[in-house]
């Protein structure tokens, strides 16, 4: 079965500091998508990237960047310089790779910057 | 302006009624997904539908019932086999299952 773990449940910076926030998963395929969306307060997911699991370049999207490790089954997302709109609530996901894009969540981090 | 759209942004139900979420995609997505979410829970899958008139069972689906009679629209009726209906539920489409899920804003229910 899949699983996705995203052991910080809260975490608070200020304001310019980078944060990273952790995910692990667990999945028997050798293909698979991984994914990180954002939740603001208005409550829909926001799309941030999608990686497939023979990719594991890092990524850098401006202030945002995710490391990939296939090793030790991990894809964490940092982001530099933090920002108060950086506020919410973060999740990582994966999916088959074949068929429908069944998501499996992580619980989920509580992100809050503070000015 | 392509999206997704779900109504109604709050519902509530008293114990022992159906009640029918809409979502509605103007994406020409061919894959639909429902979701629910719990507080401090990541979100679970419901039930999921690739093409029009078929749709399976996600991880929890006991309680919940679907149609997918248009290529739009994917309603997800809430019955009073749902012991503990009282969630946030979001609607999501897709091309694929390669591509990113598109979310809506979602439908918070509370029995009351």
């Known amino acids: 079965a899949q699983k996705v773990t995203q052991a910080q449940t809260e975490i608070s910076v200020v304001e310019k500091e980078d944060v990273t926030l952790d995910c692990v998963y667990e999945?028997?395929?050798?293909?698979?998508?991984l994914f990180w969306y954002k939740q603001p307060p208005s409550g829909e997911l926001v799309f941030l990237i999608r990686?497939?699991?023979?990719?594991?370049q890092n990524e850098i999207s401006g202030r945002y960047s995710w490391n990939f490790q296939k090793s030790t089954s991990s894809f964490n997302f940092t982001i530099t310089a933090s920002q108060v709109v950086d506020s919410a609530v973060y999740f990582c996901?994966?999916?088959?790779?074949?068929?429908?894009?069944?998501?499996?969540f992580g619980q989920g981090t509580r992100l809050t910057i503070n000015p | 302006d392509g999206g997704i759209t779900q109504s109604p942004k709050y519902l509530f139900r008293k114990e022992g009624q159906n009640v029918t979420l809409s979502c509605e995609q103007n994406?020409?997505?061919?894959?639909m997904y429902w979701y629910r979410q719990d507080p401090g829970q990541g979100l679970r899958l419901i039930y999921y539908?690739?093409?029009?008139?078929?749709?399976q069972k996600g991880d929890i689906a006991e309680g919940y019932s679907v149609s997918r009679e248009k290529k739009e629209s994917f309603p997800l009726t809430v019955t009073s086999a749902q012991k503990n209906p009282t969630a946030f539920y979001l609607c999501?489409?897709?091309?694929?299952?390669?591509?990113?899920?598109?979310f809506g804003q979602g439908t918070r229910l509370t029995v009351v």
């Open positions: 999501a489409s897709s091309r694929g299952g390669e591509y990113e899920a598109f």
């Open positions: 999945t028997r395929d050798t293909t698979y998508y």
């Open positions: 990686r497939n699991s023979f990719d594991e």
């Open positions: 996901a994966l999916s088959e790779a074949w068929g429908a894009q069944k998501l499996v």
């Open positions: 994406l020409n997505h061919d894959a």
């Open positions: 539908s690739q093409i029009v008139n078929d749709f």
